[in-house]
């Protein structure tokens, strides 16, 4: 690494006046600066940025902690918060929680000690206990949630509106002709797969259909094979079921799967909704009817939130926490009737 030193050295001038002329100083001349400015970059010199960092107390770096990276609407996710986090010259450190409350603790713990600037996080479907959400608080490290909440932490978050989400998914098999529909839900314990389940059984309710707890099947990891495992099951337990509403594409692509394989004709013997309008939903045959959820968008409104925070820590100013809703839409085709 090229260091201040040996390009004074070079120019036999102090080390001061090179410093001074890199950053524009006014008492350095003009024929100084040009020169030392074109020395460095004849030699690569770039500036340390460890010692930036220790002058400005800032590491210009963010964490990011999510379930899973390899999956479309992290992914998606991940793309909105460096879009713009390359913008104001941000390095984000992304670390996969693996769905593992332990495991998110440590990365927590990690993030801390190496004072990144702020810190997003969706939270694992194991987070049950939230002190260590209270401790990047109580470090004054800014903090924003997305897609996956505590709503009794006090921050910024970034989501959607599942309750509203499910709802429409629902109303829409209902719209439809579907008098028996099932739910493929979430684990108990993430907020949005509270709230999905609440949207479906809400909207039964709405339309006089009477809510049945034997049709809502409790999923653990929301994967393909447990799509086909439940929609294998559902077969088994009710025959007379017309319609599903599915927690997430990747499990109603699984379920697809197995109906096809079942010789089930989807959506004339039995309808399907998703969650999250996946690209995979695009290319199933046949095509999946879901909700579209913004994960490019939820991305750069959670960055926004929390570059604006730690502006505002280096300003000195209180933080407002803030509340952003996304909209979802519902995305047709040809897994349910037209």
Request: charged residues 25%; contains cysteine.
């Amino acid at each position: 690494m090229v260091t201040l030193k040996q390009i004074a050295e070079q120019l036999n001038i102090s080390i001061t006046t090179v410093s001074k002329a890199l950053k524009d100083y006014p008492d350095v001349s003009k024929k100084t600066r040009k020169l030392v400015r074109e020395t460095a970059s004849m030699l690569h010199y770039k500036p340390n940025s460890f010692a930036v960092n220790l002058r400005t107390k800032e590491s210009k770096t963010i964490g990011l902690i999510i379930p899973e990276i390899v999956h479309h609407f992290f992914s998606s996710v991940i793309k909105g918060i460096i879009s713009q986090a390359e913008k104001k010259g941000y390095l984000v450190i992304t670390l996969q929680s693996n769905e593992s409350y332990e495991l998110e603790k440590q990365q927590i713990e990690l993030l801390l000690n190496k004072r990144v600037d702020g810190i997003l996080i969706s939270l694992a479907n194991g987070t049950a206990d939230y002190k260590h959400l209270m401790e990047i608080i109580e470090n004054e490290t800014p903090l924003v949630m997305f897609d996956k909440i505590a709503k009794v932490v006090k921050c910024s978050k970034v989501i959607i509106d599942d309750r509203k989400a499910a709802y429409k998914a629902t109303q829409h098999l209902i719209d439809i002709g579907c008098k028996r529909i099932a739910h493929f839900r979430g684990p108990l314990l993430p907020q949005n797969s509270i709230d999905r389940f609440l949207g479906y059984k809400q909207a039964l309710l709405d339309n006089q259909i009477p809510y049945d707890s034997s049709l809502v099947y409790l999923l653990n990891d929301m994967s393909f094979e447990e799509g086909k495992f439940y929609a294998n099951q559902l077969l088994q337990d009710h025959k007379d079921v017309d319609g599903i509403f599915i927690n997430t594409d990747l499990v109603a692509i699984g379920a697809i799967t197995e109906f096809n394989k079942q010789g089930i004709k989807v959506p004339e013997q039995i309808n399907i909704v998703g969650f999250s309008n996946w690209f995979m939903a695009s290319v199933i045959s046949p095509s999946l009817t879901t909700i579209n959820q913004p994960g490019f968008e939820m991305g750069k409104k959670a960055f926004k939130l929390l570059y604006n925070e730690i502006k505002d820590k280096k300003e000195k100013k209180s933080i407002v926490y803030r509340e952003e809703i996304l909209e979802t839409a519902l995305v047709i085709r040809d897994s349910t009737k037209n």
